[in-house]
């Protein structure tokens, strides 16, 4: 079975401070990631993702992810952060070449970032 | 182009009605899937449609169930309504199977039983 832990609930920032919303799997296999940022009343739009290849994946608005595989993590960071970005922000995960699983994505129960101006 | 189109945005229904759901994926999208989000649960996989075949179910009862057109746009069908079944759902559609494509989430549509 595969997992996703997201261990904060929220995340609060300063704008123009780093942020990281931090992200944890459990798979057997190897691993596609994905983060995904949700605004109120809208559904997931997605930030980036990692298939395989370099472990800095870059994504929109200015996101980056680092996947760690030996610690299992994928922390969405951004070196700056602004008030814009105050959102729900979703890892999830699915396995690899696991063509029995189809395409279902595990996600993590979500984090909210709220950045003060 | 368009986006995943789901409709309709908002519904309110009655407990023990039935309800249908509507996913239009963007233009050449063969894989749908669909999510439930709750605030107690969060997002939970509900099932995927490939080429109008159920590829993988997610452990909802047999009150949810789904299809997909020969045109790949999918519905999804919840039956005797229960008040918690109240939830986002949310399409997200495919190019392929296979997920380097990536995917693209509607905006959802927002089911209330009461």
């Known amino acids: 079975a595969q997992s996703v832990a997201q261990p904060e609930d929220q995340v609060n920032v300063a704008e123009g401070n780093p942020l990281t919303v931090k992200c944890t799997y459990s798979?057997?296999?190897?691993?596609?990631l994905f983060w995904y940022v949700q605004y109120p009343n809208r559904g997931l739009q997605f930030l980036l993702k990692?298939?395989?290849?370099?472990?800095l994946v870059k994504g929109s608005y200015g996101f980056e992810a680092e996947f760690n595989k030996s610690q299992t993590s994928f922390h969405l960071k951004k070196p700056s952060a602004l008030v814009s970005d105050s959102a729900l922000y979703f890892c999830?995960?699915?396995?690899?070449?696991?063509?029995?699983?189809?395409?279902?994505?595990?996600f993590g129960g979500g984090t909210r970032v709220l950045v003060k101006p | 182009k368009a986006g995943v189109t789901q409709t309709p945005r908002y519904l309110i229904k009655t407990r023990g009605q039935q309800v249908t759901l509507s996913c239009s994926p963007i233009?050449?999208?063969?894989?749908v899937s669909w999510y439930q989000q709750t605030p107690g649960q969060g997002l939970q996989f509900l099932f995927e449609?490939?080429?109008?075949?159920?590829?993988n179910k997610g452990n909802f009862p047999g009150r949810f169930s789904g299809r997909q057109f020969s045109n790949s746009r999918s519905e999804m069908n919840v039956s005797t309504l229960e008040l918690g079944d109240s939830a986002l759902y949310l399409c997200?559609?495919?190019?392929?199977?296979?997920?380097?494509?990536?995917?693209?989430f509607g905006s959802g549509t927002r089911l209330t039983v009461v």
């Open positions: 233009s050449g999208h063969r894989s």
């Open positions: 449609y490939f080429s109008e075949t159920q590829r």
């Open positions: 990692y298939i395989t290849g370099d472990n």
């Open positions: 999830a995960v699915r396995v690899l070449a696991a063509k029995a699983a189809g395409n279902k994505l595990t």
């Open positions: 997200a559609s495919s190019l392929a199977a296979a997920p380097r494509h990536g995917y693209t």
């Open positions: 798979v057997s296999g190897n691993p596609y």
